[in-house]
């Protein structure tokens, strides 16, 4: 299968600072990359979906200012988290899929620990 | 919207026993149904998927069969080996909305 990198694969920060997350599709372009968090021994939560060169849109209850998401290239869209708090704490999970329609391939996710 | 549920919750099988995972969904539009095999700590794993063309599909030890008058769809793992031991999700989705909507997982023990 299409290989997806996200890094880091973890990472401490402190609460009230920012952390950016990057997704690359190393072996095709992804038009399409979404972004997911899962909290522990629960399912995937859909945050965002990015479209190449457009705005994300974002699922109902996320909050679009607190988590920006980029998606700047066919290879690479990233997630911020800003003024990060420990309820931010989870795991985050990046999707991306070449076309419409096509298969979705995981990154390896980010463990965000908020202290 | 979609809803995808999924069960049972956790499965116990010996090795070399057959484990089957069920899910039903909602959205009669949805026409993709992925099965994803996550490990701890680890991102989720494409390890099959289905079309609604399809009733079923089969890759060695994995199988998938998909009842769309029914709106469920089922996981088949044959002959399991310990390193089938992880959470596994079902999904569903359709092609032009793009995104998927997640069961709620299973995780799966095979013991020796």
């Known amino acids: ?115 | 919207g979609e809803n995808v549920e999924q069960h049972p919750s956790t499965l116990s099988v010996q090795e070399g026993d057959s484990a089957v995972i069920k899910c039903t969904y909602s959205d009669s539009a949805s026409n993709y149904f992925p099965w994803y095999k996550q490990e701890l700590g680890k991102g989720p794993q494409l390890i099959i998927d289905i079309r609604s063309n399809v009733g079923e599909k089969k890759d060695q030890r994995i199988a998938v069969t998909l009842n769309k008058t029914a709106k469920h769809f089922s996981l088949h793992i044959t002959e399991t080996q310990p390193e089938d031991s992880a959470v596994y999700f079902c999904a569903a989705g359709t092609g032009t909305a793009s995104k998927l909507t997640f069961g709620t997982g299973t995780r799966l023990q095979v013991t020796l």
Not at chain 1, 41 to 68: C, H, I, P, R, W
């Open chain 1, 1 to 115: 299968g299409a290989v997806v990198s996200q890094h880091p694969s973890r990472v401490i920060c402190k609460s009230g600072t920012s952390v950016k997350i990057e997704c690359r599709s190393l072996d095709f372009q992804a038009t399409t990359m979404f972004w997911y968090r899962q909290f522990p021994k629960q399912s995937l939560m859909l945050m965002a979906t990015s479209n190449e060169g457009s705005k994300a849109t974002y699922e109902q209850g996320v909050e679009k200012d607190k988590f920006l998401i980029n998606h700047a290239s066919l290879t690479l869209s990233t997630l911020t988290v800003t003024s990060a708090h420990p309820e931010d704490s989870s795991f985050y999970i990046c999707s991306a899929r070449a076309h419409q329609g096509g298969k979705a391939f995981f990154g390896q996710g980010t463990r965000l620990t908020v202290v």
